[in-house]
């Protein structure tokens, strides 16, 4: 356990353990060697950046398998994407559903959930629009070009929400005019940062719902959204 603590490539370590095993590890230690784990752990006090660092943050929250991988090297943190495409057909849109099969430029998840064992935080959500290049070619829907929701003033105007296993992690009722960046040079388009990222625990069932006023200028059969959760997973 001590040589995973001082060869991990994570800052905030020991959140992995916590303070009870911790304890245990540096029972029966010369001094020196203790002085030098001791050293290692609070020299930990900076985090790491971005969605990592936010990762890091909530090391204690992970079930106990994935933290052991982790400190092993049978997991690592990674960038990570969860995406989805959805024809919208009605006011009510849930871009991540049960029925749902994994499809290369379609949706990188099935059912509606994580791969097993994997852990994601959320970060950050892009949300962007597009109508389909032929209606009548199906396989034309993995060559959308996507843009701004501000391109569809009716989609701009809705409202979004955010759950995992039931549990909110971007209340009801919030407005699609978050994700308008057209402007914004130092985000990607349609980006919105969470100031409070969440987990997201495999098996969990996630749901993006967006809500629509109107489909007053939606064209039938051929408007799509396209949503991506942004953050740090653990892959293999």
């Given at each position: 356990?001590?040589?995973?603590?001082?060869?991990?490539?994570?800052n905030?370590?020991?959140e992995l353990?916590?303070?009870?095993?911790?304890e245990?590890?540096?029972?029966?230690?010369?001094?020196v060697?203790?002085a030098?784990?001791?050293?290692?752990?609070?020299g930990?006090?900076?985090?790491?950046?971005?969605?990592?660092?936010e990762?890091?943050k909530?090391?204690?929250?992970?079930?106990?398998h994935?933290?052991?991988?982790?400190?092993?090297?049978?997991?690592?943190?990674?960038?990570?994407?969860?995406?989805?495409?959805?024809?919208?057909?009605?006011?009510?849109?849930?871009?991540?559903e049960p029925?749902d099969?994994?499809?290369?430029?379609?949706?990188?998840?099935s059912?509606?959930?994580?791969?097993k064992?994997?852990?994601?935080?959320?970060s950050g959500i892009?949300?962007?629009?597009?109508?389909?290049?032929?209606?009548?070619?199906?396989e034309?829907?993995k060559?959308?070009?996507?843009?701004?929701v501000s391109?569809?003033?009716?989609?701009?105007?809705g409202e979004?929400?955010?759950?995992a296993?039931?549990?909110?992690i971007?209340?009801?009722n919030?407005?699609?005019?978050?994700f308008?960046?057209?402007?914004?040079?130092?985000?990607?388009?349609?980006y919105?940062?969470?100031?409070?990222?969440?987990?997201?625990?495999?098996?969990?069932?996630?749901?993006?719902?967006?809500?629509l006023?109107?489909?007053?200028?939606?064209?039938?059969?051929?408007?799509?959204?396209y949503?991506?959760?942004?953050?740090?997973?653990?892959?293999?």
């Amino acid at each position: 356990m001590t040589d995973d603590v001082m060869n991990s490539e994570y800052n905030n370590v020991g959140e992995l353990f916590g303070i009870g095993e911790l304890e245990r590890a540096t029972q029966g230690m010369s001094p020196v060697k203790k002085a030098m784990f001791i050293k290692r752990i609070a020299g930990q006090v900076h985090s790491s950046r971005r969605s990592r660092g936010e990762m890091e943050k909530f090391f204690k929250q992970l079930p106990k398998h994935v933290k052991g991988e982790l400190l092993k090297g049978g997991v690592r943190l990674a960038d990570y994407t969860i995406y989805s495409t959805k024809l919208i057909t009605s006011k009510t849109i849930k871009m991540f559903e049960p029925q749902d099969d994994k499809e290369v430029a379609v949706r990188n998840i099935s059912n509606a959930k994580l791969p097993k064992n994997m852990v994601f935080l959320v970060s950050g959500i892009i949300l962007l629009t597009g109508k389909i290049p032929d209606p009548q070619d199906k396989e034309s829907i993995k060559a959308i070009n996507f843009g701004s929701v501000s391109r569809v003033p009716a989609i701009a105007n809705g409202e979004f929400s955010l759950k995992a296993n039931r549990k909110q992690i971007v209340p009801e009722n919030q407005s699609i005019r978050r994700f308008i960046t057209d402007n914004d040079t130092t985000v990607p388009l349609g980006y919105y940062k969470l100031d409070n990222p969440r987990l997201i625990r495999d098996e969990e069932l996630i749901e993006f719902t967006v809500e629509l006023g109107t489909m007053f200028n939606i064209p039938n059969n051929e408007q799509y959204l396209y949503i991506g959760l942004d953050g740090t997973g653990t892959t293999p």
